[in-house]
């Protein structure tokens, strides 16, 4: 993926974040769109980019919530190279198989910044709690729908409609 | 055109050299993260500080857009069944009237009691309305993100409440927005006393959207329903502001009771919220840190 692509997968994330997080409906919309930014840079396969990505990603997201800068970095970073390997090794796509790997994926960057918080800021841990597993399923439900779209025939759909239009 | 090589395929996809740059990268964060943790002091780092300020334009605009969007999407929901709707506001209005009437003359009594008493305890000092731009709960930390800075008055340590009650304070100031920690953070406290009997404690988020009060003795009459408010023995948070209501009391460990609290702050519903002026201890602690960054 260019560089390009990512700062403005990253941007469109961080408005997202902002866009949700201002509105009265974000309890039903918490969805991680940096770990989505992360995910879809692992997808090209690109290791180098995707820890770089994930990295960037948790920063922003460190700077924008977070009491510390550096512990979302961290996660997703190590998010980024392991979505990368199932991304690469793994031989398996679709929708669900991509929704259930983001939802494991924001429990695990859940884990990741909670065991931080604990060993750095001597917060106690909390890691599965209702707004986390919900945030995950939000997550995981986002980017399935967003992989469906991607693989969608659109064009062979298009057509098949004009054809059924034209008859 | 060239077509790309297959060196650049296999670099693309070479483990090894993202495995090298995934260490490098932890690597960083664990000292850009070790760097920040002994200089916290439960405010923000002055890196964060500068990216909020560097974001408020940004942050203010979006929040603005969001905020046009879901009042149309708002107002178009309104239009479907707007006047079983109207009804029903009526009827509401009146049973809030009646509320108002009755609150009201219990405000006057109250005045009246704590000017007879001489307490001489000062009311919070209401700064101005902020609204929320960003809600974030993660880990355990609840967090907001205002639309106030430091060139509105926001100072480290001022205390956020709604009318219902206590909701937070301000960790980290950057020029047009500042971030706040919300009082159902798992690292958040503040001194509390039972309204009825008096007696003081700690309020501690439990992380999950509750609160705790501890250090209760097992000695005390603390009952399902009562008032926890403010002590303001913290330093931080003034007195007498609501903070919740008992939700359940049990025995804790040997010597304290373990009482839950349901906050009065609906933290669900957070749109704007009333910024007070920090409390003298705070002032003073920023002007020493400031002094001694100096």
């Known amino acids: 993926m260019k560089v390009r692509r990512i700062a403005l997968l990253l941007a469109a994330a961080a408005v997202l974040e902002l866009f949700v997080g201002r509105s009265p409906y974000r309890a039903f919309l918490p ?7 992360t995910a879809a840079v692992s997808r090209s396969g690109d290791f ?12 922003l997201e460190d700077a924008l919530s977070q009491p510390m800068i550096g512990m979302n970095a961290f996660a997703k970073a190590m998010l980024g190279y392991a979505l990368t390997i199932i991304s690469v090794r793994v031989v398996f796509g679709g929708a669900f198989a991509v929704g259930a790997a983001l939802f494991v994926a924001s429990i695990a960057n859940e884990a990741i910044v909670a065991l931080l918080a604990a060993l750095l800021a001597q917060a106690p841990v909390v890691i599965f709690t209702r707004g986390a597993l919900w945030r995950a399923a939000a997550t995981g439900i986002a980017g399935g729908a967003l992989e469906s779209a991607r693989n969608f025939p659109w064009k062979e759909w298009w057509q098949r409609r004009r054809l059924r239009r034209l008859r | 055109m060239r077509p790309p090589s297959a060196r650049v395929e296999v670099a693309a996809v070479n483990p090894r050299r993202g ?4 260490v490098t990268v932890l690597v960083a964060c664990v000292l850009l993260l070790s760097a920040q943790a002994p200089s916290r002091r439960g405010r923000g780092t002055v890196l964060q500080a500068w990216f909020l300020s560097l974001s408020a334009p940004v942050a203010a605009a979006v929040g603005s857009v969001s905020h046009s969007v879901s009042g149309a999407v708002e107002s178009t929901f309104a239009l479907f069944g707007a006047r079983s709707e109207n009804e029903r506001l009526r009827r509401e209005l009146d049973a809030r009237e009646r509320e108002l009437f009755r609150l009201r003359a219990e405000a006057l009594q109250r005045d009246e009691d704590r000017r007879l008493l001489g307490a001489g305890s000062a009311l919070p000092g209401v700064v101005g309305s902020v609204p929320i731009l960003l809600l974030e709960q993660r880990a355990g930390s609840h967090s907001v993100l205002i639309g106030a800075g430091s060139a509105d008055g926001v100072a480290p340590g001022s205390p956020l409440a709604v009318p219902a009650g206590l909701v937070g304070r301000v960790v980290t100031v950057g020029r047009g927005i500042s971030s706040a920690q919300l009082l159902l953070d798992a690292s958040a406290a503040a001194g509390a006393r039972i309204a009825r009997t008096g007696e003081l404690g700690v309020v501690r988020g439990d992380g999950h959207g509750g609160l705790v009060l501890n250090n209760i003795a097992t000695t005390s009459s603390v009952a399902r329903g009562d008032l926890i408010e403010s002590a303001g023995i913290d330093g931080i948070y003034p007195r007498g502001v609501p903070i919740g209501h008992v939700d359940s009391v049990s025995r804790g460990s040997k010597l304290f009771l373990e009482v839950r609290v349901t906050p009065s702050a609906d933290f669900s519903r957070l749109t704007d919220v009333l910024l007070l002026a920090p409390s003298p201890a705070t002032k003073e602690g920023a002007e020493a840190g400031r002094s001694a960054a100096r």
């Open chain 1, 31 to 37: 969805v991680d769109w940096f770990l989505l930014a």
């Open chain 1, 48 to 59: 180098v980019r995707a820890v770089l990505t994930g990295a960037t990603a948790g920063a």
């Open chain 2, 19 to 22: 495995g090298a740059v995934l």
